[in-house]
């Protein structure tokens, strides 16, 4: 399933049989996956499919009820609070929002995990924000506040501040949502530089289809809590640009990456009992 | 923690006049060891010289804290009008400076020779 140019090198992050329950029911249900170094892979999938939680167990803020996750070889079951924060230094997170905190400048906000996590000098650390700001082309708004800036500043913003002390492995949550085309173009670009010219491994969660095929080096398909392929991304563009075959797994994704209306996603949503569904709330 | 290993091996003063100073920096160049870098980078100036090659051949991998340390002694060095030149940046190395178009602010040179000659 893998491409053949980058199983031999050791994964940065491992997946392996997570289970996770929400009130007996199983959102991730075995889960296996591997990324490697400075690989880009795009997880998809509708809403509800588990994706984000799994971007939540990769980043350790939820922790799986079976199976584990190695994050730069250390499996974060075994890590305590004080592991966890010196592995956290390692990554980055560009959350859906940009999640800036409004009571501090742009500037402000991407020196914040410099200051609090390093011993340097103010003046380094306001080069280093220069520098991070012109990557993402934010250096003009150093001195804006978040109330002040588009959606999309924002979220240059947030990159800026997820890059601000050179992460190893970067997890953007829909990077593209909520931006017009051009701007989630730019985000996109922001996110090829990064992993091919500095090599960072780029974990994407998305269902934006033109940008998951514009930045994925591999992608993985979650359907209800369950993994349902992993593979190049030509892979995915045969399956996109293919005939229906009458695999239903195929099939599924197909529907999913081309948006058509009609197809087992839909079908499996129409089928879900809904007469005894309402019969029953009528007969109570 | 051990002790941070300084970045900048070697500097030799290239001419009898003491005009040109010649900095080696070797190994990883990141947070932890960007502070004696700094330090490392300044130091020469004391001295005066007229141009400051910086030989950066042996860092495999520098980090953006390394990058604000050679940001900060260029800001020192335009004030002291000292010539200041980086040489032999690897490939990985070049591409935090092209990322952060910081390409376009040092002087770079393919290697020492070059940074001599021209």
Same mark, same amino acid.
């Given at each position: ?19 996770? *329950? ?46 584990? =996750? @190695? ?10 609070? +004080? ?7 390692? &990554? ?8 800036? &905190? ?12 410099? $200051?609090?996590?390093?011993? #340097? ?21 150093? %001195? #804006? ?67 998951? &095929? ?20 030509? @892979? &995915? ?16 994704? $197909? ?30 | ?10 500097? *030799?003063? #290239? %001419? ?11 190994? @990883? ?24 090659? /910086?030989?950066?051949?042996?860092? +495999? ?5 390394? /990058? ?16 200041? $030149? ?5 490939? $990985?190395?070049?591409? =935090? ?14 290697? =020492?020779?070059?940074? #001599?000659?021209?």
């Amino acid at each position: 399933m893998c491409d053949t140019d980058t199983t031999e090198r050791r994964p940065v992050i491992r997946v392996v049989d997570l289970v996770k *329950r929400f009130g007996g029911r199983a959102v991730l249900n075995g889960i296996n996956l591997e990324v490697h170094p400075g690989e880009t892979i795009v997880i998809m999938g509708g809403s509800g499919c588990g994706k984000s939680t799994l971007l939540r167990h990769m980043v350790a803020s939820l922790f799986g009820d079976e199976g584990r =996750v @190695e994050l730069l070889g250390q499996n974060l079951n075994d890590l305590n609070e +004080s592991g966890l924060n010196a592995l956290r230094l390692r &990554f980055g997170i560009l959350f859906q929002s940009g999640a800036l &905190f409004n009571s501090m400048t742009v500037g402000e906000n991407v020196a914040l995990p410099l $200051r609090e996590h390093t011993g #340097l000098d103010e003046q380094t650390i306001d080069i280093m924000v220069k520098i991070k700001l012109e990557q993402v082309g934010l250096r003009e708004a150093a %001195d #804006l506040m978040p109330s002040e800036i588009s959606g999309g500043m924002k979220k240059r913003a947030g990159l800026a501040r997820a890059i601000s002390l050179d992460p190893e492995i970067l997890f953007y949550d829909e990077p593209s949502a909520g931006l017009d085309p051009v701007t989630s173009a730019e985000i996109d670009q922001l996110i090829m530089d990064l992993s091919g010219k500095l090599g960072v491994t780029s974990v994407v969660v998305t269902h934006e289809m033109d940008s998951a &095929f514009t930045i994925a080096d591999r992608m993985a398909m979650l359907d209800m809590g369950r993994m349902l392929k992993i593979g190049p991304r030509s @892979e &995915f563009e045969a399956l996109r640009d293919g005939p229906e075959t009458g695999d239903e797994t195929g099939d599924l994704i $197909r529907q999913f990456l081309r948006g058509d209306p009609e197809g087992p996603i839909t079908a499996r949503r129409l089928s879900t009992g809904y007469e005894e569904d309402i019969l029953a709330t009528a007969g109570e | 923690m051990a002790e941070v290993e300084n970045p900048v091996r070697n500097v *030799r003063w #290239l %001419d009898p006049e003491k005009k040109i100073v010649l900095l080696e920096a070797v190994g @990883e160049v990141d947070l932890h060891r960007s502070s004696a870098f700094q330090k490392a980078l300044l130091e020469p100036l004391s001295r005066r010289p007229q141009r400051m090659i /910086v030989d950066l051949s042996g860092v +495999s991998y520098m980090d953006s804290s390394g /990058v604000a340390s050679l940001v900060k002694l260029l800001s020192r060095v335009r004030r002291d009008n000292v010539d200041l $030149r980086l040489a032999g940046l690897t490939p $990985r190395v070049r591409s =935090v400076f092209e990322i952060t178009r910081l390409d376009t602010v040092f002087n770079l040179y393919p290697d =020492v020779q070059e940074a #001599l000659d021209s």
